[in-house]
């Protein structure tokens, strides 16, 4: 019994000197370029990144109630900021990983032109884009409508998807002629693979900064601040841009 | 209490779940009644393929209906062939969609219903010159009727509770798509918890009382 | 007339009967389980289909290669084992199910008749529910009767109650036999109700017609091959002749003979009709008088046949023109040197007043 017992604590103490694995909520926008930074992550710096994806929205409301994550790579500026005034962060920590472009794009080849002039044309059924409510590439979409002045006449076409990933859906499928995605999302080797697209100068929306942060959880955990550092790296920098996100 | 949005949230999904319940009791019993007495090979495969929305998860059929009701899809082509257009980010869409998804929660408790009364009271109709649908009206449904209650319920409920499909095909367009679930989603996504706690307690309740009043209704099986 | 011939085989099960029927009168279909008897009658409502099968009732084709008319545009009444009444409807509602559904041109029996010769009148405006067993299958007939059918069908409507519950229903079924000119095929497997109701005898195994015939002569045959054991024995009719006041005692005479019975009440001239067992007769060269037994009749030996048991032997005897059968072991039948056209007294311990 007491060997029992004096093994059971030696291997809790392995496990907590042995804290080089690091579990982070990545905003499903980023599940590409992430998968390719967590796997050169891990090959460098010998720590273990286990990764979920998902909403920003959704991550919010379980890292609320107690998730198990040490970092987290949020689809907006707004969520890491409001954790840390909540408290639930590690102070400091946070810094914007990547700057999301918005494109509006069609599945359909020479349906959007270069200049997003289809807009005012007006000739399609339904636009799709992410719900502005809770989506920052939806909200930015409605800001650049907005400058444009076509806001009021394409609202009634609106079909909202509930994430960036849902609203490229119905465009892919043609139940949507066109509508607002994330660059990163249409990106096949550095360019837009398929379709046609209007990449949205960056000056007719607020950027669409997506920041990370360490959680409070992941104080004190090195495989955590190596991450956040290993995002800032030139290497990582080349792997987010190939996607599409600017810096 | 109610705000204007979520009024018209609760209103759509009650206009949608009625609807449905009706078209698939209508849809439901002749497929039920096959089910019930069919000694066919089909039998089996037909089965499957009704229960599928059991098990499948609601992603998986809103991603067939999407792309199957998208004007590059067969149901798309025919109904822009019909002059309908397309049917997804449509209030018709989403009931055709849901039809598919509560069908098994309608068709398996009429079809049961109809199994466990068997074979003898049909009979006995027929020698007293009641002929297959004055059969059908007189005896099977009256005696099935417990079935019957349970599938509107489960119907009606299950369409309330409907989610995923909804999500996929529906393009969340208030007061054409947006029912109660989607917009829980949304105030949950936003953070707006109080209007979350509403709608969610509301459908608690909903839910709860269905149930209770269907177990109240239907306590046992009768048989004989 | 009934005029059927079905043929259907399954793995395991095979009918194939080619039937004339009195159009009159009770046909019992008579056999053990798995005969085929229930096949039989449900291919005559057209509850079986029978690819094939010919059947015509009282005239009309019900089927042939042609024709194959739905159960419900047949005029029959079915009965079943067990009643099935529709549980939703009350016993007036049962009744007027099938009764609503005929041209009331075409109604003979009223459902007041119906209600009558039932006895179901006080349950008229229960539910199915609160019936007892016995009353359910009253109104199943009574249901059956009221749409004034052309033949009535009973698939052992008796088998699934008690002996009180059979008791109950008995009579009611002797008053249709006796009252409505509507024939009537009966499926059983239980001799009694037999020997109580029917008037012809359709004896099956599996799946075959063994013997058929009025049923006092088919019941005599030695050559039944359906071996009835205990319940062997013969139905006579006959009418009481006289009573015996001081004994209690009434006489029932049939053609060249009569028997003493127990005077169960039943007025002189009533017609009546007597089971008699094998195993109840005895046979003796002289008749004995100083024996209890009170129904001591001359009889000649016609045919002897062995029992299924090798120490017993059956003896037909004609009473006077009357069949009688006597079971008695083959000992005794050798010592008495038994042959055919020997004279004879038959010594009968019980007599049973069936009907």
Redesign the interface.
């Known amino acids: 019994m007491k060997h029992l017992l004096a093994f059971f604590f030696f291997s809790l103490a392995a496990n907590l000197a042995q804290a080089d694995e690091v579990q982070v909520a990545v905003a499903a926008n980023f599940t590409a370029p992430m998968k390719a930074i967590a796997a050169d992550f891990e090959k460098d710096t010998g720590h273990k990144a286990r990764l979920a994806f998902g909403s920003t929205g959704k991550f919010y409301a379980q890292i609320r109630n107690g998730a198990p994550f040490q970092v987290f790579l949020a689809a907006d500026d707004t969520t890491p900021a409001r954790l840390e005034k909540e408290g639930m962060t590690v102070p400091g920590s946070r810094f914007t990983y990547a700057v999301g472009t918005l494109v509006l794009w069609s599945a359909k080849p020479g349906f959007v032109d270069a200049r997003g002039e289809v807009l005012k044309k007006g000739d399609f059924a339904h636009l799709a884009l992410a719900n502005p409510k809770v989506a920052p590439y939806g909200a930015a979409a409605v800001e650049v409508m907005e400058k444009l002045g076509v806001l009021e006449s394409l609202e009634p076409r609106f079909v909202l998807g509930e994430n960036i990933a849902q609203t490229q859906q119905f465009v892919v499928t043609g139940n949507a002629e066109l509508g607002f995605v994330a660059l990163s999302q249409v990106m096949k080797n550095g360019k837009v693979g398929e379709g046609s697209a209007w990449v949205v100068p960056a000056k007719l929306h607020t950027p669409i900064r997506q920041d990370a942060v360490i959680l409070a959880s992941g104080r004190g955990n090195a495989a955590a601040e190596a991450l956040m550092e290993y995002l800032k790296s030139a290497k990582a920098a080349a792997i987010i841009k190939s996607y599409g996100y600017g810096l | 209490m109610l705000s204007d949005a979520n009024l018209a949230a609760i209103l759509l999904t009650l206009k949608l779940a009625t609807l449905v319940t009706v078209i698939l009791l209508l849809v439901g019993t002749p497929i039920a009644w096959w089910l019930a007495r069919t000694r066919s090979w089909w039998k089996g495969p037909i089965s499957a393929v009704v229960a599928l929305p059991i098990v499948l998860p609601p992603s998986v059929l809103g991603?067939y209906l999407?792309?199957a009701?998208?004007?590059?899809?067969p149901v798309g082509r025919l109904t822009q062939a019909l002059g309908l257009?397309?049917l997804?980010?449509t209030f018709a869409g989403l009931v055709v969609a849901s039809v598919f998804y509560s069908l098994p929660f309608v068709v398996q408790p009429i079809q049961n219903a109809f199994e466990a009364m068997g074979e003898?009271?049909l009979?006995?109709?027929?020698?007293?010159?009641?002929?297959p649908l004055?059969?059908f009206f007189?005896?099977a449904v009256?005696?099935s009727?417990p079935g019957f209650l349970t599938a509107g319920v489960l119907g009606f409920a299950h369409t309330v509770g409907e989610f995923g499909v909804v999500?996929?095909?529906g393009?969340?367009?208030p007061g054409v798509t947006r029912v109660v679930s989607v917009q829980i989603?949304?105030y949950?996504?936003?953070?707006e918890y109080a209007d979350a706690h509403i709608l969610s307690g509301i459908m608690l309740a909903f839910s709860f009382t269905v149930l209770l009043a269907m177990y109240l209704l239907n306590p046992t099986r009768?048989h004989? | 007339m009934i005029r059927a011939r079905f043929e259907l085989a399954f793995p395991g099960f095979a009918l194939d009967v080619d039937l004339d029927l009195p159009g009159r009168g009770v046909v019992a279909l008579f056999g053990h389980s798995g005969s085929g008897k229930t096949t039989l009658l449900r291919a005559i409502a057209g509850l079986e289909k029978v690819p094939g099968g010919f059947l015509e009732v009282n005239g009309a084709v019900w089927q042939d290669a042609t024709t194959f008319l739905p159960v419900h545009k047949r005029p029959l009444g079915f009965v079943f084992q067990e009643a099935s009444l529709f549980p939703h409807l009350s016993v007036r509602a049962n009744l007027a199910y099938g009764m609503r559904r005929v041209p009331a041109a075409r109604r003979k029996v009223s459902l007041a008749h119906a209600v009558e010769l039932l006895g179901i009148g006080p349950l008229l405006d229960r539910m199915p529910g609160h019936l007892s067993g016995g009353e359910r299958q009253r109104v199943a007939i009574a249901r059956a009767l009221a749409v004034s059918p052309a033949i009535l069908l009973m698939d052992e409507p008796l088998a699934a109650l008690d002996l009180a519950r059979k008791q109950e229903i008995l009579p009611y079924l002797e008053r249709l036999h006796e009252e409505l000119e509507i024939p009537l095929v009966y499926v059983s497997h239980a001799p009694d109700e037999v020997a109580r109701l029917a008037d012809t005898l359709v004896a099956m195994e599996r799946g075959r017609v063994v013997a058929q015939g009025p049923l006092s002569e088919t019941l005599a045959r030695l050559d039944l091959p359906i071996r009835l054991g205990e319940d062997a024995g013969v139905v006579l009719e006959g009418e009481i002749a006289e009573l015996d006041a001081d004994w209690h005692l009434a006489r029932v005479a049939f053609p060249g003979g009569g028997l003493w019975v127990r005077d169960s009440g039943l007025a002189v001239g009533r017609h009546v009709r007597v089971r008699v067992l094998a195993r109840d007769i005895s046979i003796a060269l002289t008749p004995l008088a100083d024996n209890s037994i009170l129904n001591v009749i001359p009889a000649t030996v016609e045919q002897l046949a062995d029992e299924t048991h090798p120490a017993l032997a059956l003896v037909k005897l004609d009473a006077g023109g009357a069949p009688l059968v006597a079971r008695i072991t083959r000992r005794s039948a050798a010592k008495l040197q038994l042959q055919p056209g020997m004279k004879v007294w038959a010594q009968i311990k019980a007599v049973a007043v069936v009907g």
Request: aromatic share 10%; no cysteine; hydrophobic share 45%.
């Open positions: 991603f999407l792309v009701m998208g004007p590059n899809g257009g397309t997804p980010f003898r009271p009979e006995v109709a027929a020698t007293l010159r009641a002929g004055d059969r007189t005896v009256p005696l009727s999500l996929m095909i393009g969340n367009i989603y949304d949950v996504e936003a953070f009768t004989k």
